[in-house]
């Protein structure tokens, strides 16, 4: 397929379902508004979300003004709307985008747009944005997790997963992960896991508790929704916090009240697309400031599991649901 100044390819959707609705087709180039640029894209990784909004399950956020799939990208800037200082054209950035960041070319808000460090590739940027920026969210700014504390990672092979292990470590605190395989838990223990409990083969809330010489663990980081509600309550220390990120295994659940109540329980629920753009150039600047000295050093380094060509998308989205992969899976264009 070839396309012209004026037209690119993207990824489109032949409506709801599995991988194969997915197609390789053309669109117009977005021309970027006030404060926006238009980013050249090389690389775009994949996030359970996509799979879920590609299923239909995903309603999207009000203000959200792409509807297309792809939420962080690194490229070069294409083209500069008005008002923007601080980018140039040929520079290379990464970061969070509202949608569309599987094609050759998207918008992204000016203080969304992260310098890509010297010496890095255009997979290793994609692959950072979501999952560092997540950790540190929820990890540190709303479950306020800091050294000689601890924290249950759930799914420590997803991007999140990885990102949250080595965030926890870098602050000090005592790390414990589930996972689905024991070469996902050698792997999570080399990344700085303290130990990893196999959720296909032992309770894990037992587990855990038996871990900790049954004290339990500070914050757990939870995807896993509904159907682990109970236990990861039962982990908590007194004043524990449960941070919900997600609902892999259902998104309601009978809460016992008692447990809250009387242990003086924390829960709080974490999403970055549906924040209003100053929210996301906020959690973005702090991640900057914070993290990426870090990640540029190569102190820390986002986990890739396999890249992908643009029109192997659906192989892509095949081997996230498989759950298989261990860390990010990333698209080349």
Known sequence: ???????????????????????????????????????????????????????????????????????????????????????????????????????????????????????????QAAATPEAFITAHESLLELGGLRAGQSVLIHAGGSGIGTACIQLARAVGARVYVTVGTEEKRRRCLELGADAGVLRTERNFAREVLALTGGVGVDVVEDFVGGAALDRNLSVLKFGGCLLLLGGLDGMSADLDLRQVIMRRLQLKGMALRPLPPEEKVAVTRRFRERWLPELAAGRLRPVIDSTFPLERVADAHQRMESNASFGKIVLEL
């Open 1 to 123: 397929m070839r396309t012209t100044d004026t037209s690119m390819k993207a990824v489109l959707l032949d409506g709801f379902g599995g991988p194969e609705v997915l197609r390789v087709g053309e669109l117009p180039r977005p021309e970027p508004g006030p404060g926006q640029v238009r980013v050249r894209v090389r690389a775009s990784a994949l996030n359970r979300g996509d799979t879920v909004q590609r299923g239909g399950g995903y309603p999207l956020p009000p203000g959200v003004t792409s509807p297309r799939l792809g939420i962080e990208v690194a490229g070069e800037v294409e083209v500069r709307g008005a008002g923007v200082r601080t980018l140039e054209p040929g520079q290379r950035v990464f970061g969070l985008v509202a949608g569309g960041g599987y094609a050759e070319a998207c918008l992204m808000e000016e203080g969304m747009a992260i310098p890509i460090p010297d010496g890095w590739s255009f997979v």
